[in-house]
């Protein structure tokens, strides 16, 4: 059984992505080819967003979106510290300040009052805030509407990072298309993946898109002409080529993946677990299928012994590891990011995960609990 099977994706879609690689190493355009600014629209239309850049990677994505913002050492960014690293990385590598706010018990990611109560924090501080950077996490973009409305009240912007919830909604708009800008990443495990790294930018702003484009190709506005300094960022055709092949039978997946997490909720109903809860007019695609526990390692290890993996993400929130410490943050400073970070696992979950196989992971962490 496989975590996530990308082998059965493969198969599944193997004459076609076969057939468009082909076309790409037969027309010798590796670099910037046409298949990219046709993913680029695509999937600018996907989201609901006038404009759309392919880049290298998410982490690339969120980097250049701080850069063209003109975000740095005099600047504040807010985000949450239950999230990979690369979120707050970014926001390191542009000199600027970070600060971490707690999040949702409920749906694991930043909330108002969570960030109302750390930009109070940052006052005190003498820092200044210039942006939210929000994480939609395991596939959920919750409380983006509300957040675009606090950002906008506070004359902050609000930078989406949609790196795990492509193809989810937050009240009732696609994910991608909230704040001045959103980034998100084509890792071959995200829910619309590649077969290496990718990521892809998306605003509304025309200006800020052609300055994100200079950026992309060493800051490069015209050839030889260097108005920024920039970044070896682009998206390979290649990626291009078959991310368009994977875009077409995305829709049909997220539609699995809501199947396989509705099995999963009924089946898993009345153990002493908890869900992350999806907000009404919010649709998860469930990049990971996560359960909060109490006896997280013990469950680990029992469905290991059965040949169920697992993973946990992410064990340590970002406010305790070592390539923060000088922020000054200790333990006990986000409890729910803390709790969250110990309790958290997450089950098998792809589009091609077989009812049987799911059935089996049911009944074993129902087997844990004597149920």
């Not at 805030?129 to 506070?154: C, D, R, T, W, Y």
């Amino acid at each position: 059984m496989e975590f996530i099977d990308l082998k059965a994706q493969y198969r599944t879609y193997q004459d076609e992505l076969e057939e468009a690689a082909l076309r790409v190493l037969r027309s010798g355009r590796y670099i910037l080819g046409p298949e990219v600014e046709e993913l680029e629209e695509k999937l600018a239309a996907f989201v609901g967003r006038p404009y759309a850049l392919g880049v290298s990677s998410g982490t690339d994505a969120l980097l250049i979106i701080l850069k063209a913002l003109g975000i740095g050492p005099e600047e504040a960014v807010l985000t949450t510290p239950f999230t990979f690293a690369a979120t707050a990385e970014v926001i390191k590598r542009c000199g600027a300040h970070l600060i971490f706010a707690d999040v949702s018990e409920k749906t694991f990611t930043l909330s108002p009052e969570t960030v109302i109560k750390a930009l109070e924090e940052a006052s005190q501080k003498g820092l200044s805030p210039k942006a939210i950077l929000a994480v939609g996490l395991f596939g959920l973009p919750a409380f983006l509407l509300e957040l675009e409305e606090l950002a906008s009240s506070k004359g902050l912007f609000l930078i989406e990072d949609a790196c795990q919830s492509l193809g989810a909604r937050a009240r009732g708009r696609p994910s991608g298309s909230f704040g001045i800008a959103a980034a998100t990443s084509f890792f071959p495990a995200k829910p619309l993946g590649g077969y290496g790294d990718g990521g892809m930018i998306f605003t509304s702003e025309a200006e800020l898109y052609e300055k994100m484009k200079a950026l992309r190709v060493h800051g490069q506005t015209a050839r030889y002409e260097h108005t920024y300094v920039g970044f070896n960022a682009r998206l390979d055709t290649l990626q291009a080529a078959l991310l368009l092949v994977k875009l077409k039978h995305f829709p049909a997946e997220i539609e699995k993946r809501q199947e396989i997490a509705r099995r999963y909720r009924e089946g898993l109903k009345g153990l002493p677990i908890a869900f992350q809860e999806v907000p009404e007019d919010c649709l998860s695609v469930y990049a990971q299928f996560t359960l909060v526990v109490e006896e997280r390692d013990a469950l680990q290890a029992f469905l290991r012994e059965r040949g169920i993996p697992t993973a946990v993400y992410y064990p340590k929130p970002l406010h305790l590891q070592p390539a923060f410490r000088d922020l000054g943050y200790r333990e006990g400073d986000f409890p729910v990011a803390e709790s969250l970070a110990r309790r958290v696992i997450s089950l098998p979950m792809h589009p091609f995960l077989a009812p049987r196989e799911q059935d089996t992971i049911i009944q074993a962490v129902r087997g844990f609990y004597g149920a």
